[in-house]
């Protein structure tokens, strides 16, 4: 409380400015891909495929926005069927996350 209502000066606020690291897009990909989940998407035409992320999916196929939010809360959406294959967040590399669960189409 003792410097509330000082002005800091440019010289203190350009030092504020450098402290922190920032996340390297590397590390945004990581994160965003272990905050994925796994599901299995069978199309209208019958082919199944696995799927990490509903959300990108949905957008590389142009089927709208409510699409996710319909196929997560009842499991079927425009004519594609989804099933929840794991419980927990996880990649497509990270096997810890996976152990004991037999994953085949």
């Given at each position: 409380?003792?410097?509330?209502?000082?002005?800091?000066?440019?010289?203190?606020?350009?030092?504020?400015?450098?402290?922190?690291?920032?996340?390297?897009?590397?590390?945004?990909?990581?994160?965003?891909?272990?905050?994925?989940?796994?599901?299995?998407?069978?199309?209208?035409?019958?082919?199944?495929e696995r799927v990490?992320?509903?959300?990108?999916?949905?957008?590389?196929?142009?089927?709208?926005?409510?699409?996710?939010?319909?196929?997560?809360?009842?499991?079927?959406?425009?004519?594609?069927?989804?099933?929840?294959?794991?419980?927990?967040?996880?990649?497509?590399?990270?096997?810890?996350?996976?152990?004991?669960?037999?994953?085949?189409?």
């Amino acid at each position: 409380m003792a410097n509330k209502g000082k002005k800091l000066t440019e010289e203190h606020k350009a030092k504020i400015v450098g402290w922190g690291r920032k996340q390297p897009q590397r590390q945004k990909d990581l994160v965003a891909d272990a905050n994925s989940m796994k599901w299995i998407v069978e199309t209208p035409e019958g082919k199944k495929e696995r799927v990490y992320n509903l959300c990108e999916y949905g957008r590389k196929h142009n089927l709208g926005n409510a699409w996710q939010g319909n196929c997560v809360k009842h499991g079927h959406s425009l004519g594609y069927r989804v099933q929840r294959v794991s419980q927990t967040k996880s990649t497509a590399t990270s096997g810890y996350r996976t152990r004991g669960k037999n994953l085949t189409l």
